[in-house]
């Protein structure tokens, strides 16, 4: 109170000023009146100084370009899903500030692609021993800005540290080849092509706020092994835990220039870096519509897309039934469904069906609802939006017969783990993909009908079969019109040097360490005739 008692003797303070018509006042009424005026204005003077603390401890997070960590006149305030925390302010770059950091980029191209494969994996495996080192610090901002389980998010980081260390090495076994023109024809027995693997050259990288550090780390330590500069745009939400990693690659030393950031609003900026004419190949990861905006705007330029799915778990009369009820729950609900490979339908034979969902529903209701912090399985989806969404999808299935086997339940962004039997193929449910808690079951008369149904999905990214017939599973999977099949075992990217894609909407190209590699290098052929 003494600090209160000084700050209100000073005759400016209209603090003082009220206090001095209190003791002046004449009637009871008027003194009420005037203290509670007191109150209020001192209520307010606490308000304005919290918050303007909070502005002076938030942090202000800057752009990595060309070497330098710099700024940008206006910012993009990054909040929690978890409780709105005010989490920093990240740089909202403008079209000339992308300009200059594209042309730091290209400058830099020369001397980077001229290093050694050998020269350039010590950069990459610098900055994944910093990225191993600060791990907790990372996780703990990664689980406060996109609501991941903090042990699954320091995960994440320890996750990407090994793919860029495992890049580093990759990298140097990217051999050349040599061919011989006698080969294929008499007349060419004299001629000699060596072919050798040369960067594509500037590489913007777009990754999506589930993964911040591990699909944006996927993207980068290919490009840069591969002799590539790279432009890394991080998602918005997701930007800081993209920013953190950037660091760990600053801090490393890598050359200036050869690794840059873009943060911004995609209003501004987000066709601007995808058209801009210094961009040689574009690696996105988000969602189907936005993939086929960017296939248009890259134009006969290469692009890696990874976009959405609706991974279906196909599961036959003879399989496993607890081992497929734990596998498919781990696989649809593992941060709470915000995954391109997560099961987001499950196709049951009539045989097994009820005997499935019983087995489904104990395993739903042992799931855990809350706070990241506290390695809840089920937390906040990434803002009320994507929360109205997959609720809308729950409502159309309610009012299209849809049986709740566990019941839905949503507090703003939050949405307790949801699993619906009797989904039908009229239902929205059955086709769109919510990127959130619910599972719906469809029962099916065959195998048959199984195929159909999955088939008829725009997308194509992955499936799982779960039965004990090799061979059938092996044909099933020869049939499916996905990426990747798992036999027995839930949809799920990795481990990280397996070849990773999607078709139909899914996406285009192939990722993977070694894939990813190909993709963002391209052939050269050098003949030469012996004689």
């Known amino acids: 109170l003494r600090p209160l008692f000084l700050y209100v003797q000073c005759n400016q303070n209209p603090f003082f000023k009220v206090l001095r018509s209190l003791f002046f006042a004449s009637k009871s009424e ?42 940008s006149e206006k910012k993009i305030t990054i909040y929690s899903p978890i409780n709105q925390e005010e989490l920093g302010n990240v740089p909202a770059m403008s079209q000339e500030e992308v300009d200059k950091a594209m042309e730091a980029a290209r400058k830099a191209l020369p001397a980077w692609r001229a290093l050694s494969a050998y020269e350039r994996a010590q950069y990459l495996h ?49 051999y050349g080849a040599s061919l011989e023109g006698g ?71 890598i050359p200036a220039g050869v690794f840059n950031t873009i943060t911004g609003r995609g209003s501004e900026i987000g066709d601007y870096i995808i058209e801009h004419p210094e961009v040689n190949f574009i690696n996105f990861t988000g969602s189907t519509p936005i993939g086929q905006k960017v296939g248009k705007l890259a134009g006969i330029r290469p692009i890696m897309l990874e976009l959405g799915g609706k991974d279906a778990a196909v599961v036959l009369s003879d399989a496993d039934l607890d081992h497929a009820a734990k596998e498919i729950v781990s696989g649809a609900f593992s941060y709470s469904g915000q995954r391109c490979t997560a099961i987001k339908r499950v196709l049951v034979v009539n045989e097994v069906a009820d005997q499935l969902a019983e087995k489904l529903q104990t395993e739903v209701e042992k799931l855990t609802v809350g706070d990241p912090f506290e390695n809840k399985d089920i937390t906040p989806v990434i803002d009320e939006q994507s929360a109205v969404f997959i609720e809308g999808l729950v409502q159309d299935a309610q009012s299209k017969g849809a049986v709740e086997l566990t019941p839905y339940k949503r507090e703003k962004n939050l949405i307790w783990p949801t699993l619906l039997d009797e989904v039908t193929p009229e239902m929205d449910i059955a086709w769109e993909e919510p990127f959130g808690p619910v599972l719906p079951i469809i029962r099916v008369s065959s195998i048959e009908e199984a195929l159909e149904l999955c088939n008829q999905s725009e997308y194509g990214l992955q499936s799982s079969i779960f039965t004990k017939n090799y061979p059938l599973a092996f044909e099933f999977a020869s049939k499916l019109e996905v990426g990747t099949v798992h036999i027995n075992a839930k949809t799920q990217r990795g481990p990280d040097n397996f070849p990773f894609l999607g078709i139909k909407g899914s996406g285009a190209g192939v990722q993977g360490i070694k894939y990813s590699i190909e993709a963002m290098t391209k052939v050269k052929s050098v003949v030469f005739d012996i004689q």
């Open 30 to 71: 008027r003194i009420l009146e005037i203290f509670k005026k007191f109150l209020q204005m001192f209520s307010d003077y606490v308000t304005m100084f919290t918050l303007s603390r909070r502005r002076e401890r938030m942090k202000q997070y800057q752009n990595y370009i060309d070497g330098k960590w710099v700024d």
């Open 126 to 174: 610098r900055a994944a021993d910093i990225l191993e080192d600060r791990k907790e610090s990372i996780g703990e901002i990664l689980a406060k800005e996109v609501a991941k389980g903090i042990k699954a998010s320091i995960g994440e980081v320890d996750r990407s540290a090994h793919l860029i260390h495992y890049a580093a090495e990759e990298g140097l076994r990217v």
């Open 183 to 253: 080969t294929y024809e008499p007349a060419a027995k004299t001629k000699i092509s060596l072919i050798r693997r040369e960067p594509v050259g500037i590489v913007l990288a777009i990754a999506p706020y589930n993964y911040p550090v591990n699909l944006s780390a996927s993207k980068i330590a290919p490009a840069l092994i591969g002799g590539n500069v790279v432009m890394f745009k991080p998602p918005t939400q997701g930007s800081i835990s993209g920013l953190l990693l950037a660091q760990a690659f600053a801090d490393a030393g």
